[in-house]
């Protein structure tokens, strides 16, 4: 079983950064794509932002000019580096992945458990 371990949620005021992490929880899973959504209460999950393992990136009218996705192949990682934060910003962000098993073809998707960001006024 291969899970997205996500961290770096929390408070944070507006106008400030914080950085989300993602993990892949075993080696021999590549996120053919990753990337973060996000969710409010009584709203439908909505993209953030996402990375191809060729660096591709796709973002949110929301997330551009603000948010930066990156990956870390060594590490089986995805980072979301959020700045100058909004109130509107508040949400559940949840990694998302489309992981490969070494030698095979078919993806499967995956999503971490969420972590919840919340920016003061």
């Known amino acids: 079983q291969v899970r997205l371990v996500e961290s770096g949620g929390g408070l944070a005021q507006s106008g400030s950064s914080l950085r989300l992490s993602c993990t892949i929880s075993?080696?021999?899973?590549?996120?053919?794509?990753l990337g973060w959504y996000r969710q409010t209460p009584g709203k439908q999950r909505e993209l953030v932002a996402t990375i191809s393992v060729g660096e591709n990136t796709v973002y949110a009218d929301s997330a551009k000019g603000r948010f930066t996705i990156s990956r870390e192949n060594a590490k089986n990682a995805v980072y979301l580096q959020m700045n100058n934060l909004k109130p509107e910003d508040t949400a559940v962000y949840f990694c998302?992945?489309?992981?490969?098993?070494?030698?095979?073809?078919?993806?499967?998707?995956?999503w971490g458990q969420g972590t919840q960001v919340t920016v003061l006024p």
């Open positions: 998302y992945g489309e992981l490969v098993r070494a030698g095979e073809i078919r993806s499967k998707t995956s």
């Open positions: 075993r080696s021999i899973f590549i996120g053919k794509i």
